[in-house]
């Protein structure tokens, strides 16, 4: 079965720092661009940022382009959204998504997490 996890959300004060981690079963996460995701209460889907197969950075949001990076670890089939200096703005559902063959703002990607969720609140 082909699948997404999404791990590592929770509750953090504003500033503060979390890394979550999008784990793939039952595919070769290699051969796939994976980007996150996020959706706020009453908001659409945003696009946040896209790691690609070789390792290559695209970001789609410019209000996390300083505070959030990606990286993969094909090895153990893991992706991670590294997250700092948090704000409650940034208070989200949080997805991964995997697209064949290269990273894309919308929302056209093959495979998705069920998202975790993220809160940042004092």
């Known amino acids: 079965q082909l699948q997404l996890v999404e791990s590592g959300g929770g509750l953090v004060q504003p500033g503060g720092s979390l890394r979550l981690s999008c784990a793939a079963s039952?595919?070769?996460?290699?051969?796939?661009?994976i980007g996150w995701f996020r959706q706020a209460p009453g908001k659409e889907r945003e696009g946040l940022l896209c790691i690609s197969r070789s390792g290559g950075i695209a970001y789609y949001a410019d209000s996390v382009k300083d505070r959030f990076t990606i990286s993969r670890d094909n090895t153990k089939t893991t992706v991670y959204l590294q997250m700092n200096s948090l704000k409650p703005e940034d208070t989200a559902v949080y997805y991964c998504?995997?697209?064949?063959?290269?990273?894309?703002?919308?929302?056209?990607?093959?495979?998705w997490g069920q998202g975790t969720q993220v809160t940042v609140s004092s």
């Open positions: 998504a995997a697209r064949f063959p290269s990273c894309g703002g919308g929302p056209e990607y093959d495979y």
């Open positions: 039952g595919f070769i996460l290699s051969v796939y661009a």
